[in-house]
């Protein structure tokens, strides 16, 4: 089996990572459960009427401390929209997709939070067939569980756009996420950086 990766924001309290990735990415800010020991923030997320969504989806997580966990699972439902389908993502977890709208995902690893963010757990991808209608929207139930932890539920957006053009950051978006970085750098924030899940036999 190929090895699961994740995205993690290294050096960056949880709460500001959170609003660095709902800002500076296509995907909008969603439901977000706090927690002891996970939270999670569940983004919104458009996809172009015959395309793939520039972001697969999938819940950011969080800890308040040093946790490790085993038998984590993902679940997706996605409901109110047609003609968009969910996919898993090749090598994230190991998937079984029941219906084009809906997958459940399971990492047979343990999975460590060390104080970082990490995002997109298990995602799939979200992808528009060209009978789509722009502008409608969905929702999806996303459920993060593990053993020994009440099941975590949240809701994003799925929103049908009319092209990719529309998913580029640009116009005030663009002033606010310059801010953000600037405010990481003086804060001396390392730039985040792509890194593969640490799990443990």
Partial sequence: MQ???????????????????????????GDIY??????????????PVGGTAVDALG???????????TGAKVTYDLRGVTGVRLTPREGDGVCVTPSPTRVACSDPRVLSF???????????RVQAARTATAGRTGTVTITFS????????????????????TLAATGPATGVIGLLA??????????TRRRRATSVA
């Fill in 3 to 29: 090895h699961l990766y994740a995205r993690r924001l290294l050096g960056v309290p949880a709460a500001a990572a959170v609003l660095l990735l709902t800002v500076a990415s296509p995907a909008r800010a």
């Fill in 34 to 47: 706090r927690g002891d020991p996970i939270s999670a923030a569940f983004p919104d997320i458009e996809v």
């Fill in 59 to 69: 819940p950011n997580l969080w800890s308040t401390g040093p946790t490790k966990l």
């Fill in 114 to 124: 060390e104080g970082e963010t990490i995002e997109q757990y298990l995602p799939v």
């Fill in 146 to 165: 593990a053993e020994g932890l009440a099941p975590i539920t949240g809701h994003s957006e799925v929103r049908v756009v009319g092209g990719r053009e």
């Fill in 182 to 191: 600037l405010g990481a750098g003086v804060l001396g924030v390392a730039a």
